[in-house]
């Protein structure tokens, strides 16, 4: 299942150029960033919104997981982040489920809502994110 | 000194801003548009704009936003976000606005506006903190 969802984040163009890697995707998902040049601001430490990139990465596998099937389309609705210190170098993402509602397997559409938290190296939280998703079974 | 070259003085950019390709439209003391083209590395699964690039434009819009209000001393950074998604970007062009609501104390608050054309795609709040630079 990882290499099959890692395939899936490579297929992403905006994702896989971050270099994205996951390294776990159990009842806890967990992603590694690269703390690359281009992902900077302009102090030197990651960007905001590439910590973003890295939280909705995480997050979004989170969500899919809950109906692992290629006609699961997950899509953001509202995102709440807090950014709690500055991050230097790799970062890793790791979401965990809140909450599901809706009646999925019957209509086709539920809601969740996914917790996220982004450390450095040295395991300080830099990001604490909550993520709402929709989730709709596609047309076929 | 235009409002513009005056913000380019205090800020002038970051790698990742401009990695993504977002570039400075207009600028107003507490106001200013960002405008990005959209290039095939920020589609999603789906083939439209993924959510992250909104939120690059929308951040960097209040961020830049709010040093045209900043003393030349001052630098400032995201503490707080919240954002939401009204409608995917299909187009070709993304922009964001952000209007500085309020930067009375070292806590600022900024809202933006992220459309595709006319289509009003996302909202956002951001709380940003206001510091003295170090030289």
Known sequence: ?140 | MTESERLNDVWPGDPFSEWVGVEHDITNPGQVRVRLTVRPEHRNAFGRVHGAVLYTAADTAMGRALVTLLDTSEVCWTVSVLMNYLAPVTGHTVEAEANVLDHSTRLATVQTEVRDQDTLCAVATGTFYIAERRT
């Not at chain 1, 596998?61 to 953001?76: C, G, I, N």
């Not at chain 1, 559409?109 to 395991?123: H, I, K, L, N």
Request: contains cysteine.
């Open chain 1, 1 to 140: 299942m990882q290499a099959k969802i890692q395939d899936m984040l490579d297929a992403i163009p905006y994702v896989r150029s971050h270099g994205m890697c996951l390294e776990e995707c159990g009842d806890v998902v967990r992603v590694r960033m690269p703390g690359s040049p281009e992902n900077a601001n302009m102090f030197g430490s990651l960007h905001a919104a590439a910590l973003y990139c890295a939280a909705e990465t995480a997050a979004g596998v989170a969500a899919w997981l809950l109906r692992p099937e290629p006609d699961t389309v997950v899509l953001v609705r509202d995102v709440n982040m807090s950014y709690k210190a500055k991050a230097l170098g790799d970062v890793t993402a790791e979401a965990s489920l809140l909450s599901l509602t809706g009646a999925f397997d019957t209509t086709g559409r539920a809601q969740a809502q996914v917790a996220v938290t982004v450390r450095d190296t040295e395991g300080v939280a830099v990001l604490e994110a909550a993520f709402s998703y929709a989730l709709r079974r596609s047309s076929p």
